[in-house]
């Protein structure tokens, strides 16, 4: 019996073509839709449970109460610091803190008469004084503490005076962070213009953008790397790295989202002539209550994740 070569087969017999790869293709986004809807259902049921808002709510509250004395300590920090390196340390400290609201003219504006009134009428700073700053910072540092061992379901507790105390070397450590940022980004731009100098490049618009942009990037990433280190130290049992990862992207992701949709919002809704100071005051409590909400949500986010993890470890074992 004739049969047909192998070759022609192929050409005139009809074949199954990319349906296998479309139909493979298929389930994987389905397999990964189902995964990512259990995921994100988790995620709501649990912020449910763990209350977000009230958390969030006392976190905002602390942080209204230890905002000026921590800028205050920081200004006191950079004034020691690195008063060698930037003539103006103060005005330093006030616009790095400033980098974090959203670039509303009127939130910006209205937080830098606040801050400058407050400022300028201190006196000076001492040994005392500035030990006295560490301490009243304590109250946000141990409402983010209490934050996330709700979160966490963390039974583990420093006590009362232990957890003082620890809260008191994590503000140390925070304006620690925040002087070498700026040192890092003084000696950046240090390095920046001798280059543009030695290359005889002048400031045109391309090189401000690209300076804007890693000056954005830089601040972004110092805010990714503060996240981090408070979902790994900040509660009583040290979480693993992999889950302050996840947390810490999901929290500096949604922040950024956050900052971009309430400056348009001012910019591009809101009216804010007929209300004045108070309608921006209350923008700005809204911004810092809703950041709270995000970063409590990003610990949420990171424990339901961490429970996947310990349940797809433990079909494993059973399997």
Do not use: C
């Not at 047909?4 to 005139?12: C, N, Q």
């Not at 790869?21 to 259990?38: H, I, P, Q, W």
């Not at 109250?139 to 966490?152: D, K, T």
């Amino acid at each position: 019996m004739y049969s047909w070569p192998r070759s022609m087969a192929r050409r005139f017999l009809p074949s199954a073509g990319p349906r296998p790869l479309l139909k493979a293709a298929g389930g994987a986004v389905r397999r990964t839709l189902r995964s990512t809807g259990d995921f994100a259902a988790r995620v709501w049921h649990r912020a449910g449970d763990d209350d977000i808002f009230f958390l969030a709510g006392g976190i905002s509250f602390n942080l209204l109460l230890a905002a000026i004395p921590f800028l205050l300590l920081l200004i006191a920090v950079f004034g020691y610091v690195l008063k060698a390196r930037i003539a103006d340390p103060e005005a330093a400290a006030v616009e790095y803190v400033l980098r974090v609201l959203p670039s509303s003219p009127e939130v910006i504006g209205y937080t830098r008469q606040v801050v400058g009134q407050v400022v300028g009428q201190r006196t000076g700073v001492g040994v005392v004084g500035i030990l006295l700053l560490i301490w009243v910072s304590t109250r946000l540092i141990g409402s983010l503490r209490s934050a996330l061992r709700a979160v966490f379901d963390i039974r583990e507790d420093r006590g009362i005076v232990a957890g003082k105390i620890f809260d008191a070397k994590m503000v140390v450590v925070a304006g620690t962070l925040f002087v070498a940022n700026t040192a890092i980004t003084v000696a950046l731009e240090a390095v920046q213009t001798y280059g543009m100098e030695m290359l005889g490049l002048t400031r045109s618009g391309e090189v401000i953008a690209i300076q804007a942009a890693y000056a954005q990037i830089l601040a972004y990433g110092f805010i990714f790397l503060m996240f981090v280190l408070i979902y790994r130290y900040l509660p009583a049992r040290r979480i693993p790295w992999r889950i302050a990862l996840i947390a810490a992207t999901f929290t500096g992701v949604a922040f950024e989202v956050l900052k971009s949709v309430f400056a348009w919002y001012v910019a591009n809704l809101a009216n804010l002539s007929p209300y004045g100071t108070l309608a921006t005051l209350i923008l700005l409590v809204f911004w810092i209550y809703y950041s709270a909400v995000v970063f409590v949500l990003g610990g949420v986010v990171g424990q339901v994740y961490e429970l996947h993890l310990l349940r797809r470890h433990q079909r494993e074992l059973l399997d």
